[in-house]
């Protein structure tokens, strides 16, 4: 028969308890205001894009941007940014609004989007956050000065290249069904005797695998937050979601290339090991 154990033991036993506790509630304290203070602490970064991806214009410089989520002082900030990089063009590739918050202070985000416009010509897709409160993003976008593309495209003349021209195609959201390419690109048998430069703006990065039969060089997406959690001696990003292989960065696609960023937003607690990015592309 096994004695109980003493009071003293028993003492012993729920004060290590008791000090494990505390130091679990301390240590997941200390983590989720890393990660807090991570998500909200913005970097610049400049990536050259892979040689040849877009012929005809090299020195072209793209401002990217994506996946606020509602995040007004980390737009603020990237604005200025912005202001210092001097980019050709800016681009916003959606999730302006997190969907089960309200859309509130549309006036503020105009008026940062209006100072984006003001430094470049600026052209935005839609994300699928943006999809239950599109009217309002729209008219965000629009009055912030940016030329939304929805399943359409512009044809784009850089002056500083010496009047280069590219297509620019901007689709709507795969997860949405928002996602027709026919409406704004050409097939790629068609376009063979004039391959004009095309860059395709996508929310998500998957949008390429509906794009084989069509032409184009270079997709720019977001979507991912670059996972959002990157755990040390994980191959792969922890929020990585829909078998998505692209987290952020440069890809090769067969012979075109696929860019991601991390965006500027998050949902959830924060983010790890993954910091939030302004984006500036210049093709070689």
């Not at 997709?219 to 994980?234: D, V």
């Amino acid at each position: 028969m096994t004695a109980a154990p003493s009071p003293s033991k028993k003492r012993s036993l729920l004060r290590k308890f008791l000090y494990l506790a505390a130091a679990a509630v301390l240590l997941g304290s200390l983590l989720l205001s890393y990660m807090q203070w991570e998500a909200n602490t913005l970097r610049f970064r400049e990536t050259q894009a892979p040689a040849g991806c877009l012929p005809g214009l090299s020195g072209l410089r793209i401002l990217v941007l994506s996946d606020v989520h509602t995040g007004l002082p980390m737009l603020e900030e990237a604005v200025h940014m912005a202001e210092q990089a001097k980019p050709d063009m800016i681009v916003f590739l959606g999730d302006l609004y997190t969907d089960y918050q309200r859309a509130t202070h549309a006036g503020d985000y105009i008026r940062q989007f209006q100072k984006l416009s003001s430094i470049a010509p600026s052209y935005a897709c839609l994300g699928n956050h943006d999809m239950a409160l599109a009217g309002n993003v729209e008219r965000i976008l629009k009055e912030g000065g940016f030329t939304l593309l929805r399943n359409s495209a512009s044809f784009i003349t850089v002056p500083r290249l010496g009047n280069a021209e590219f297509k620019l195609a901007g689709l709507g959201d795969v997860r949405e069904g928002d996602c027709f390419p026919d409406k704004c690109m050409a097939l790629a048998d068609l376009a063979e005797n004039s391959p004009m430069p095309t860059i395709v703006l996508c929310h998500n990065p998957k949008g390429r695998e509906l794009l084989d039969r069509y032409h184009w060089d270079l997709m720019l997406s977001g979507h991912t937050h670059g996972g959002q959690i990157r755990l040390p001696f994980f191959s792969s990003p922890l929020l990585m979601v829909e078998g998505e292989t692209m987290a952020s960065g440069f890809y090769p696609y067969g012979e075109k290339s696929v860019f991601v960023t991390p965006g500027i937003g998050y949902i959830g607690p924060g983010r790890f090991n993954c910091p939030p990015e302004v984006n500036l592309i210049t093709i070689p």
